[in-house]
C-alpha cells in the first residue's frame, strides 16, 4: 500500500493530538506527588486548626496530655519522638556505616552479593512484625538486663539518671533499639553507594603510600563519601522519626520526659496510631491530626535537608 | 596493600611485605578495625535471623496446626477463644493492596515518563524529582491520616472500606514507583529512541512500543518491591479501613482488615491464643512479602544477564 501526502498529511493532526494528549497525561501524573503534598498540607492543617485555636501555640508547650480534662500538649510526645529517633540513629550509624566499609573495602565479590542481600531482607521485614517480636520476645528479656545496668549505675553521676530505675520492658531503649535495626537497611544501602563512588585511583593512591586498609578508608574513602553518609543518616533519623506501630507496640505508651531511657514514653506517631480508636471527640482527634501534622513538617525539614545533601554529593562526585 | 600485591607471585609478595615494613601498632589497628566492621555485619545479620527465626518458629505451629482452617475460616470474634482462621486478612490484604497497586503503578509509570521522556533537566522535573524523593520519606502513618481526612470524613461511615486503605497504600506506594521506573527507563539506550524517531515515531509512539517494553522487567521488578512494602504497611490502614473479622471480597463497601491490623490487633491483646494468631499472621504476611522481593529479585538477575 503506498501513503500519499494527503493520507500523511490526514494523519498529522491526529497525531499530534494523541501525543500532546499523551504528554499532558504523563505531566499531569508528574505533577501528582506535588498535588499530594500541598493537599497532605492543607487537609491536615484544617483539620487540626480546633486544637489550636483551643490551645494556641501551647500545643507545643505543654506538657501534660489529660484529654479527659481538655488539656492537650504534644510535648513530651515530640520529646519522645526525638529521644527513641537519636537513640536508634546513635546505635545504627556505627553498625549501618560498618556493614557498608565491610561490604565494599573488604569483603570478596562474591560475598558483596550476599552482604547487599541480607541489609535489604532487613528492609522486607514489615514493621508491624519488628513491633509484635519487640513486645512479645524483646521487651520481657530486655526487662532484666535494664535492671542488671540499672543496678550498675545506680548513684553515678549523670549515667545513674540516664540508665535509672525500671519497672518494665517496655521503654525508650527498647524502642530505640527496635529503631535501630529497622533503619540500619536505609543507612547501609545509601553509604554504600556513596562509597563506591570513591574513585580506585584515590584508594590505589593511598596504599601506594604505604597506607593499611583501614588508613586507606579513614584517609581517602571517608572524607570522599562524608556528606552523603551525612545525608544518609538524616534520612534514616527522619525514617525512624515516622516509624509508627513498632513505636506504639514497644515504648510503653505512656508520655513521659524523663532523661532516663529505661522508662516507659510515647512518640508522636504511636500516639496517634494508640488511641485513635478512642478518640471520639472532634476535638482529641484535632489533637491527634495536629500531632499528624507536626510529624509531617518535622520529617519534610529533614528530609528536604537530606535530600539536598545527598543530591549536592553525588553530583560533586559525577563531576557534572 | 591486598590490591597492590595481588598479582605478584608468592615469593615477591612476601618481599613488599617485608619492605613496607608497616608497624605493629598500625598492623593491630587494621586487623581490629577490620574484625569490628565484621562484627557488624554479624550483629545485624544476627538480629534478622533471630527475627525471622522467632517468627517461623512460632507461627508455624499455629499456622500448620490449624492447616486448611487458618486458610479457609473466617477469623476467630472473641479474641481470647482459640480461633480456626485468617482468611478474612489475608483476602483483606490482597485486594487492598492490589487495588493499591492498580492507582499507584499506572500514575507512578507515568509520571516517570513524564520525569525522563519529556521533562528530563527541565527545572519542572528537577522539582518533581526532588519532591518524589521528599514524598518517599513521609511517614506512612502522616498518609493515613491525610485519606481520613481528605476521603474518608466526607463520606462519613461508609467512607470506611478497603478502597480508602488502597488510596493511602497508593500515596505510599507513588514515589517509590516513581523513582525506580525512572531509573530503569535512564537505562534505556538512546538508539533505539533514535532508531523509532529516525522510522517517523512520535515521542509518544516512541515511549510505549519501544523504551516501555524495553525497561518493562525492571519496571516491574520496582513495582513489585513497593508492592511487598505496601502490603505490610499498617499504619496508614488503622484509619481508613475499620475493622472487620468476616470476608469481605468487596474493595468498595463495608469495612476491611488486613493481615497488619491482624498482627497489630493481637500483639497488644495479653491472650496467649491472640499472640499465637499474632504470630501466624506474621508469618503469613513475611512469607508474602518474601515472594514478592523474591520475585523481584529474579527479574533483576535476569536483566542483569541479558545485558
Redesign the interface.
Known amino acids: 500500500m503506498t501513503t500519499t501526502p494527503a493520507d500523511l498529511t490526514d494523519l498529522r493532526p491526529r497525531r499530534q493530538i494523541l501525543d500532546r494528549a499523551f504528554r499532558g497525561t504523563t505531566l499531569l501524573a508528574g505533577a501528582l506527588i506535588l498535588i499530594i503534598l500541598v493537599l497532605i498540607a492543607y487537609t491536615v492543617t484544617n483539620k487540626s486548626l480546633p486544637v489550636f485555636r483551643s490551645e494556641g501555640f501551647e500545643f507545643f508547650t505543654e506538657r501534660r496530655w489529660a484529654p479527659n480534662k481538655e488539656i492537650y500538649g504534644a510535648l513530651s510526645f515530640i520529646y519522645g519522638t526525638a529521644i527513641t529517633a537519636l537513640l536508634a540513629v546513635a546505635i545504627s550509624v556505627p553498625v549501618s556505616l560498618g556493614i557498608a566499609l565491610f561490604t565494599t573495602q573488604v569483603a570478596p565479590l562474591r560475598m558483596k552479593k550476599w552482604l547487599v542481600s541480607l541489609t535489604d531482607l532487613v528492609a522486607v521485614v514489615p514493621s508491624v512484625v519488628f513491633g509484635l517480636w519487640g513486645i512479645i520476645f524483646l521487651a520481657p528479656k530486655l526487662l532484666g538486663v535494664y535492671k542488671h545496668v540499672s543496678a550498675w549505675f545506680h548513684g553515678w553521676p549523670i549515667l545513674g539518671d540516664i540508665f535509672g530505675r525500671t519497672g518494665a520492658g517496655r521503654t525508650f531503649m527498647t524502642a530505640g533499639l527496635i529503631l535501630s535495626v529497622m533503619i540500619t537497611p536505609i543507612i547501609t544501602s545509601i553509604s554504600r553507594e556513596v562509597i563506591e563512588t570513591c574513585p580506585q585511583t584515590d584508594r590505589d593512591g593511598a596504599l601506594a603510600l604505604g597506607a593499611t586498609r583501614w588508613e586507606m578508608i579513614t584517609g581517602a574513602v571517608l572524607p570522599h563519601s562524608m556528606s552523603g553518609i551525612v545525608g544518609a543518616v538524616m534520612l534514616g533519623l527522619g525514617r525512624a522519626m515516622g516509624e509508627t506501630i513498632a513505636v506504639a507496640l514497644v515504648i510503653g505508651s505512656s508520655p513521659n520526659i524523663t532523661a532516663n531511657l529505661f522508662s516507659s514514653g510515647d512518640s508522636l506517631p504511636s500516639v496517634i496510631a494508640f488511641q485513635w480508636g478512642e478518640a471520639t471527640t472532634e476535638i482529641k482527634r484535632s489533637a491527634l491530626i495536629a500531632m499528624g501534622l507536626t510529624l509531617f513538617l518535622i520529617t519534610i525539614v529533614i528530609n528536604l535537608l537530606a535530600t539536598a545533601v545527598v543530591n549536592r554529593a553525588t553530583k560533586r562526585v559525577q563531576g557534572t | ?4 600485591t595481588a598479582n605478584l607471585q608468592p615469593r615477591t609478595q612476601q618481599l613488599a611485605a617485608e619492605l ?1 615494613g ?1 608497624s605493629g601498632r ?2 593491630t ?2 586487623t581490629v ?2 574484625v ?6 554479624i ?3 544476627g ?2 535471623l533471630l ?2 527465626g ?2 517461623f518458629a512460632k507461627g508455624w505451629s499455629i499456622v500448620s496446626g490449624q492447616f486448611p482452617a487458618w486458610f479457609t475460616k473466617d477469623i476467630q470474634l472473641a479474641p481470647r477463644r482459640p480461633g480456626p482462621g485468617m482468611k478474612a486478612a489475608i483476602i483483606g490484604t490482597a485486594v487492598i493492596t492490589a487495588m493499591a497497586t492498580l492507582i499507584a503503578v499506572p ?2 509509570i ?2 516517570a ?3 525522563n ?3 528530563r533537566t527541565r527545572l519542572f ?1 528537577r ?2 524529582r ?6 518517599a ?7 493515613g ?2 485519606i481520613y ?2 476521603w474518608v ?1 466526607p463520606r462519613g461511615i461508609n467512607g470506611l472500606n478497603g478502597f480508602s486503605g488502597a488510596l493511602a497504600l497508593a ?1 505510599l506506594m ?2 517509590i514507583v ?1 523513582r525506580s521506573s525512572e531509573e530503569m527507563l535512564r537505562l534505556v539506550p538512546q538508539n533505539l529512541r533514535d532508531a523509532s524517531y529516525a522510522l517517523g515515531g ?4 516512541t ?2 512500543r519501544v523504551v516501555l517494553p524495553t525497561a518493562a522487567p525492571g519496571i516491574i521488578s520496582g513495582c513489585l518491591l513497593a508492592i ?1 512494602r505496601a ?5 496508614p490502614l ?2 481508613t479501613i475499620g475493622a472487620a473479622k468476616r470476608t469481605n471480597w468487596n474493595v468498595l463497601e463495608g469495612t476491611n482488615t488486613s493481615l ?1 491490623m491482624q ?2 490487633g493481637n ?2 491483646e495479653s491472650f496467649v491464643t491472640a ?1 499465637e494468631r ?2 501466624g499472621a ?1 508469618l503469613t ?2 512469607t508474602l ?2 515472594l514478592f ?1 523474591l520475585m523481584a ?1 529474579m527479574l533483576s538477575a535476569r536483566i542483569a544477564r541479558t545485558r
Request: aromatic letters at 10%.
Open positions: 596493600m591486598a590490591v597492590v613496607t608497616i598500625r598492623r589497628k587494621n578495625m577490620t569490628l566492621m565484621a562484627l557488624c555485619v550483629v545485624v545479620g538480629a534478622l527475627v525471622l522467632t517468627v500514575l507512578g507515568l509520571g515518563v513524564y520525569l521522556e519529556y521533562g522535573a522539582v518533581m526532588f519532591f518524589a524523593n521528599v514524598m520519606g513521609v511517614p506512612s502513618i502522616v498518609m491520616l491525610f481526612v481528605f470524613v500515596c507513588l514515589p516513581v512520535s515521542t509518544s509512539r515511549t510505549v511487598a502490603a505490610g504497611e499498617t499504619a488503622i484509619f497488619s498482627i497489630y500483639a497488644k499472640q499474632a504470630w506474621a504476611l513475611i512479602a518474601m522481593t529479585r
